[in-house]
């Protein structure tokens, strides 16, 4: 076989096999799902992209936060069978084991979009996706505000919003795993008390 | 085999013949039947006597004399908390469904599969919704794989705290999972170019979300309809949910309906404020998402106590979400030494391994340890080589990803204690 034939053979076997991928690319099951049912879900990005229309002010959110959220998370945002939401800023650094570092909204929470979402879809606990987009919007505006994050004559919408600095924004960093330990020595330290369980 | 175990069965057998020999007919048996299983009445010489017939339709219980259950975890509210696999009784690799353990972040969703619906949209070509029927018509795929709760242990980091190995480690289960490949669906939409993250939304009342790397997408996520040979269970999901081989559970999304293609990660609270790792320097690292190399020994474990002196087999699981398991090293003295154990074939990537380790207990005071090494080389670290790296920086501070090496002491008298020992 001349090296001609073998390279247009080949080049025949590439586009059979090309084809068939192609009509192998999908199989055209399901349908194509329409604006408005993609449009019922809520899934911002922290630059604000995917925020919904709507906006709230401290003082709505006061209002909705003392009827919807205190009875779990307290009249003063300070916790209960809920998180606690504001304070604990500067208990992060932290090498007490005795000790236990606050993370809240105000102090851990590194986007304000975040918190839009998760009360859009997921709060109250008991009647999740009750609450409209003004009044989460009016509930983030109010922690936001009991945090010292935002002054309290804010108006929370979807430009700003995402515009807010959260305390702990560079708090985070990537995966660093596997990480590297020191080697075992042969002979553990024997000194070291059991400790037995409680 | 736990003793506690012997005993609580063995107690159940008295009632029972005390409850014969009263003429009540096993009536106590009856009332006492555990969880998953029927009651019957219990002859006293099964030979003589048929047994109950088969029946024309049945679902199948385990016997009335199996006791292990799940056990909760007192979190403040049933609804977002967590529960155990009784792993000291567990047997091979695969976890019955029943006893697989769960989180769950607002009870266990109850869906209809006639009305469940997977919307995959965002940076794709073609937005797809697909009803069950749609999406089991594609080419599926079966594997056994492990998930691993990140809080498994959590209790555990600065001193031995629960007694048993369901309450130390019960956040790990086995399940052979049977779907669709996550790529094949992605593919079908078409991924547009720039697109990195996806998010993974889940139809329960949290409408769980979390972001997943494109690229773990492609690799080898699931979408998972079939556990275990039949329709995944509902605390697991049904009928739909995201398998993440090798990471941690709360990515593996449950009840899942929707899909959405992104050039960056959502930042959910889930995967900034909740399963983050806070480091004793402040900063926390954020989508720790691998479940590194883990090991330990279920059989003799807390609060088992040995029947004297001489031969006991000591068994346990080792797994890793980085691939399959190489080797599991036991020791009997602390970590002074160490002797290879017996791995039992399968030895799967990401899936439990079961191992086994014979031992001739000369009746002195023991510390019995586990020590496995992935196909990576990652070798399983003591607890305080890990606390070494991580700090301890509280009860809630970096909580999540404790992979050490556990110790169980054997007292003279046979009694087993979770001691911590490095």
Redesign the interface.
């Known amino acids: 076989m001349s090296t001609i034939t073998r390279a247009v053979l080949a080049t025949l076997l590439f586009a059979t096999s090309a084809a068939l991928a192609a009509e192998r690319a999908t199989f055209g099951f399901g349908t194509t799902p329409t604006e408005t049912e993609l449009g019922a879900f809520v899934s911002p990005l922290p630059d604000g992209r995917g925020m919904p229309q709507g906006s709230g002010s401290v003082l709505e959110g006061k209002s909705v936060y003392q009827q919807q959220c205190a009875s779990c998370h307290g009249e003063k945002l300070q916790g209960g069978i809920g998180d606690r939401l504001i304070g604990g800023r500067g208990t992060l650094v932290n090498d007490d084991p005795r000790k236990a570092p606050i993370k809240t909204v105000e102090s851990y929470w590194p986007y304000a979009t975040t918190l839009f979402d998760y009360v859009k879809r997921a709060m109250p606990l008991t009647a999740p996706g009750s609450l409209t987009d003004d009044q989460v919007y009016a509930l983030t505006a109010y922690i936001l505000s009991e945090a010292n994050i935002v002054p309290d004559d804010v108006i929370m919408n979807a430009e700003t919003l995402p515009q807010v600095v959260m305390p702990n924004r560079d708090g985070f960093m990537p995966d660093h795993r596997p990480e590297h330990f020191a080697p075992v020595a042969k002979t553990p330290h024997q000194s070291l008390a059991i400790v037995p369980a409680k | 085999m736990a003793g506690s175990t012997r005993k609580r069965r063995r107690e159940f057998l008295l009632r029972s013949a005390a409850a014969l020999g009263a003429g009540a007919l096993a009536h106590d048996a009856i009332a006492d039947a555990p969880l998953g299983a029927a009651a019957h009445d219990v002859p006293a010489d099964p030979t003589k006597t048929p047994g109950y017939p088969l029946a024309e339709e049945s679902y199948g219980a385990r016997s009335q004399f199996e006791t292990e259950v799940r056990r909760r975890f007192k979190t403040?509210?049933p609804?977002?908390s967590w529960t155990l696999t009784p792993l000291a009784q567990g047997m091979g690799i695969v976890t019955p469904s029943g006893l697989h353990f769960e989180r769950s972040?607002?009870g266990t969703a109850v869906i209809d599969p006639d009305k469940h619906r997977l919307?995959v949209?965002g940076m794709v070509e073609?937005?797809?919704?697909?009803?069950m029927r749609?999406?089991r018509?594609?080419p599926s795929i079966s594997r056994l794989m492990f998930l691993e709760c990140s809080g498994n242990g959590l209790t555990e980091?600065?001193?031995?705290?629960?007694?048993t190995v369901q309450f130390t480690h019960g956040l790990t289960s086995t399940s052979e999972w049977t779907g669709v490949p996550l790529a094949t669906i992605l593919?079908?939409a078409g991924v547009r170019a720039g697109a990195k993250w996806l998010?993974a939304?889940g139809g329960d009342?949290?409408?769980?979300?979390r972001s997943i790397p494109l690229e773990k997408a492609m690799k080898d996520c699931l979408l998972a309809y079939g556990q275990n040979g039949e329709a995944i269970r509902p605390e697991q999901g049904y009928p739909l949910r995201l398998l993440v081989p090798g990471c941690e559970g709360n990515i593996n999304i449950k009840w899942l309906r929707?899909i959405?293609v992104?050039d960056?990660p959502?930042?959910?609270?889930e995967e900034?404020?909740k399963y983050?790792d806070?480091f004793?320097?402040?900063?926390?690292?954020?989508?720790?998402?691998?479940m590194?190399a883990k090991s330990v020994i279920t059989d003799p474990s807390?609060t088992m106590t040995l029947d004297g002196p001489g031969f006991h087999e000591i068994a346990g699981l080792a797994w890793s979400g980085?691939g399959a398991i190489r080797r599991v090293d036991v020791s009997v003295d602390?970590?002074?030494t160490w002797r290879a154990a017996r791995l039992q074939a399968p030895i799967l990537p990401i899936c439990h391994t079961r191992f086994r380790f014979p031992w001739t207990w000369d009746g002195r005071e023991a510390?019995l340890q586990s020590r496995c090494v992935d196909e990576?080389g990652?070798?399983q670290?003591?607890i305080g080589?890990?606390v070494?790296?991580r700090?301890?920086?509280?009860?809630?501070?970096s909580v999540y990803h404790l992979n050490g090496i556990q110790s169980w002491?054997v007292a003279t008298d046979g009694k087993v204690?979770?001691?911590?020992?490095?």
Do not use: C
């Open positions: 403040s509210t609804l977002s972040h607002a919307y949209h073609r937005p797809r919704k697909y009803t749609d999406l018509r594609f980091w600065s001193k031995p705290t629960m007694p593919n079908e998010l939304e009342a949290a409408v769980m979300t929707r959405e992104s960056a959502f930042m959910t609270r900034t404020s983050t806070l004793p320097d402040g900063k926390a690292v954020q989508f720790s998402l691998v590194e807390g980085r602390g970590g002074r510390i990576t990652y070798v670290p003591t080589q890990l070494a790296v700090g301890l920086n509280g009860p809630i501070g002491h204690t979770n001691v911590h020992h490095y």
